[in-house]
């Protein structure tokens, strides 16, 4: 692409700024946004690893030889989204580790953006998946369906809703 701001693009003439608002060359944006998306990775990794880790351990409780069908392929289906999630967390360091070196930076960037997007939608669903086993062995009730629904809603509006709402006001600013 051509234009200021993007990757592969010439620099400026003297006394230009780029188009992007910051006085920064496109390499050293994708340096900016690979150091951002490391900070996003390493939140959420930790998250994902005490859930996942908790969830491995579930198996070997006396209480999981007491659990049901239906609670079971619960467990195993959050097991495998926990596991789902770790790898597309833990994506973006072995592509930034395999490709690193090649001059690839900013198509770094970008691949490692998108893993960790769908990382954070498979959260979503590893989330909503031990919430409603738990909730379904704590409660035992009508109510687990609708208590699950209110966090799921609560967290797909502070995760996607909010940043949404706010990249539809505030791009129109521009």
Request: with cysteine; glycine share 8%; net charge positive.
């Amino acid at each position: 692409m051509s234009s200021h701001g993007t990757p592969g693009a010439d620099p400026p003439e003297a006394g230009e700024p780029w188009r992007d608002g910051r006085n920064e060359s496109p390499m050293q944006r994708a340096d900016r946004r690979w150091s951002e998306l490391l900070q996003e990775v390493r939140v959420t990794q930790t998250g994902v690893q005490i859930l996942f880790g908790f969830l491995l351990t579930v198996a070997f409780t006396p209480r999981f030889a007491t659990l049901g069908a239906t609670d079971r392929v619960i467990y195993v289906v959050t097991v495998v989204l926990g596991a789902a999630t770790t790898g597309a967390l833990v994506g973006p360091v072995a592509f930034h580790r395999i490709v690193s070196g090649h001059r690839l930076k900013a198509q770094t960037v970008t691949w490692a953006a998108r893993l960790t997007m769908l990382g954070v939608v498979l959260l979503l669903a590893t989330v909503t998946s031990a919430l409603l086993l738990i909730l379904r062995i704590a409660l035992h009730n009508a109510a687990v369906p609708w208590v699950v629904a209110g966090v799921v809603a609560w967290l797909v509006l502070c995760w996607f809703g909010l940043p949404g709402w706010a990249l539809h006001r505030y791009e129109r600013r521009k």
